[in-house]
Nanobody, 127 residues
């Protein structure tokens, strides 16, 4: 099992930036494909971004393309989500997720793909 701890959330004005971090422990980080999801009040948890084991492949939901950037540092066992040009509709609890992956280039976009989840960090964007 992987332990995941998110940090970096907070309150920011529209147009501002935040960087989320997800620290992993318990398994070999470089063997994990990782993802970010978010859940707004009254809505389903949705896919935001994903990254392959080596960081060479990434995927984003359309609404964040060009504004968010996912990355990872396998030496630090940490994944990041740089969020720029934030909008009020980005307000949600953001969760990181991990999945053991054999193929280094694969990214995973479905909630059901992931076995391990963090506790979430709140991001609030004011208008």
């Amino acid at each position: 099992q992987v332990q995941l701890v998110e940090s970096g959330g907070g309150l920011v004005q529209a147009g501002g930036s935040l960087r989320l971090s997800c620290a992993a422990s318990g398994r070999t980080f470089r063997n994990l494909a990782m993802g970010w999801f978010r859940q707004a009040p009254g809505k389903e948890r949705e896919f935001v971004a994903a990254i392959g084991r080596t960081g060479g492949t990434v995927d984003y939901t359309d609404s964040v393309k060009g504004r968010f950037a996912i990355s990872r540092d396998n030496a630090r066992n940490t994944m990041y989500l740089q969020m720029d040009s934030l909008k009020p509709e980005d307000t949600a609890v953001y969760y990181c997720a991990a999945k053991s992956a054999v193929i280094s280039t694969f990214t995973y976009t479905r909630r059901s793909d992931y076995a391990d989840w963090g506790q979430g960090t709140q991001v609030t964007v004011s208008s």
